[in-house]
């Protein structure tokens, strides 16, 4: 068998995405990043019966004498909170990690995130390698080092940028992905091709069925696809005072969702589906793109499994103060990420609070 593919990450601390199946028991791949003697593997109840006990005795096998102690959070995004971080933050004291040990960070995005959040603030920044096991994780959440937890107040408010020593993505761990997932994290795969690789809408368009049944090597090139738009976006900047900003086209109305609901209702990849049509809606009310476009992207998504439309009962005006804490908002006002059309997005500020109401009304086309 073929090894691993690798997409390389540039920045001032490059580091690879290795994408295979197996990569989980590959003690050498784990190991190969490891400065010291101590390793915090950081999982969620789900994922930690399936795979923590391999990782951990791949990772003993490769690096005999390595202290491995594992850390164990409720699964899902209400455990993405300041309270989990601490007690993360917990198992490192009692494991007594040093500068140079290294957290694990095996699961989903609220692993990740809250995993890498840990590694940042302990002692000031130690190591992190991201074991994502879900697709989300693998084409987006894993890579680029945003770290957070979320606040009541809002997703992701707390947090750092801490970019991972490696990303190992085992795409055999994507045959244990409950189907709600699978579809999560293929609306963060069309992200991809809605901001900027029309192409790459082409390809997903063809290869839908492939991908809902989980075929394994149309999985794998969406994540190698997914991966190496990620990489080339935050190589070239990093900490988002630029283009990496379209990686956010969808969350604004995402994130408000999110917070409204609780962090209960939809999940994080469900909320960007609903999110980048109503951007995608946003960009035709201000008159930038095509009704056609928003039509094609809707019909992707909703070909997905993916819900298009903002759940029942959301008041518009709650949604709208939740936006006014977005992290991508201003002096000036709401920034958004809106499109001229499929593969074309850009940054857009000062958008009039009365066109995001318009897209927001309940029955809006
Ligand atoms: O990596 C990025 O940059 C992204 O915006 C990717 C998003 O899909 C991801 O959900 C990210 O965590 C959102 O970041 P935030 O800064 O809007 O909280
Ligand atoms: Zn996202």
């Given at each position: 068998m073929?090894?691993p593919?690798?997409?390389?990450?540039?920045?001032?601390?490059?580091?690879?995405?290795g994408i295979a199946?197996?990569?989980?028991?590959?003690?050498?791949?784990?190991?190969?990043?490891?400065?010291?003697?101590?390793?915090?593997?950081?999982?969620?109840?789900?994922?930690?019966?399936?795979?923590?006990?391999?990782?951990?005795?791949?990772?003993?096998?490769?690096?005999?004498?390595?202290?491995?102690?594992?850390?164990?959070?409720p699964?899902?995004?209400?455990?993405?909170?300041?309270?989990?971080?601490?007690?993360?933050?917990?198992?490192?004291a009692?494991?007594?990690?040093?500068?140079?040990?290294c957290?694990?960070a095996?699961?989903?995005?609220?692993?990740?995130?809250?995993?890498?959040?840990?590694?940042?603030?302990?002692?000031?920044?130690?190591?992190?390698?991201?074991?994502?096991?879900?697709?989300?994780?693998?084409?987006?959440?894993?890579?680029?080092?945003?770290?957070?937890?979320d606040?009541?107040?809002?997703?992701?408010?707390?947090?750092?940028?801490?970019?991972?020593?490696?990303?190992?993505?085992?795409t055999?761990?994507?045959?244990?992905?409950?189907?709600r997932?699978l579809?999560?994290?293929?609306?963060?795969?069309?992200?991809?091709?809605?901001?900027?690789?029309a192409a790459?809408?082409d390809?997903?368009?063809?290869?839908a069925?492939?991908?809902?049944?989980?075929?394994?090597?149309?999985?794998?090139?969406?994540?190698?696809?997914?991966?190496?738009?990620?990489?080339?976006?935050?190589?070239?900047?990093?900490f988002?005072?630029?283009?990496?900003?379209?990686?956010?086209?969808?969350?604004?109305?995402?994130?408000?969702?999110?917070?409204?609901q609780?962090?209960?209702?939809?999940?994080?990849?469900?909320?960007?589906?609903?999110?980048?049509?109503?951007?995608?809606?946003?960009?035709?009310?201000?008159?930038?793109?095509?009704?056609?476009?928003?039509?094609?992207l809707?019909?992707?998504?909703?070909?997905?499994?993916l819900?298009?439309?903002p759940?029942?009962?959301?008041?518009?005006?709650?949604?709208?103060?939740?936006?006014?804490?977005?992290?991508?908002?201003?002096?000036?006002?709401l920034?958004?990420?809106?499109?001229?059309?499929?593969?074309?997005?850009?940054?857009?500020?000062?958008?009039?609070?009365?066109?995001?109401?318009?897209?927001?009304?309940?029955?809006?086309?």
């Open positions: 073929s090894g593919r690798w997409v390389e990450v540039s920045g001032a601390q490059p580091y690879r995405i199946p197996g990569l989980l028991d590959d003690g050498a791949a784990l190991a190969a990043t490891l400065c010291g003697r101590q390793a915090l593997v950081i999982s969620d109840d789900t994922v930690a019966p399936l795979y923590a006990a391999r990782v951990e005795a791949a990772l003993r096998a490769a690096a005999p004498g390595l202290a491995v102690a594992g850390f164990v959070l699964a899902g995004e209400s455990s993405k909170t300041l309270a989990w971080f601490g007690r993360a933050i917990d198992a490192l009692a494991l007594g990690a040093r500068r140079d040990a957290v694990y095996l699961g989903g995005g609220v692993v990740g995130d809250l995993a890498g959040f840990a590694a940042a603030c302990w002692m000031r920044g130690i190591d992190c390698v991201q074991l994502p096991t879900t697709l989300l994780a693998m084409v987006d959440s894993s890579v680029g080092g945003k770290t957070a937890v606040l009541p107040q809002g997703k992701n408010l707390v947090g750092a940028f801490h970019p991972p020593r490696a990303v190992l993505a085992d055999a761990a994507l045959r244990t992905l409950p189907p997932e579809r999560a994290g293929l609306a963060e795969v069309v992200k991809y091709g809605a901001i900027g690789d790459f809408l390809w997903l368009e063809t290869r069925d492939a991908l809902l049944a989980m075929d394994h090597d149309a999985l794998a090139e969406a994540v190698a696809r997914s991966c190496a738009h990620k990489a080339a976006i935050v190589g070239r900047d990093p988002e005072h630029g283009e990496r900003a379209l990686l956010n086209f969808g969350h604004t109305f995402a994130h408000a969702i999110e917070t409204a609780g962090y209960g209702g939809l999940n994080h990849g469900e909320a960007v589906a609903v999110g980048m049509v109503l951007a995608a809606r946003l960009s035709e009310e201000l008159g930038l793109a095509p009704a056609a476009d928003t039509l094609r809707r019909a992707l998504l909703a070909r997905f499994g819900p298009v439309d759940p029942a009962g959301l008041d518009p005006e709650t949604l709208l103060a939740h936006m006014r804490l977005d992290k991508k908002a201003t002096a000036g006002g920034r958004f990420i809106v499109w001229d059309g499929a593969g074309r997005a850009r940054v857009l500020s000062d958008v009039p609070e009365s066109a995001v109401l318009a897209v927001l009304q309940p029955g809006a086309p």
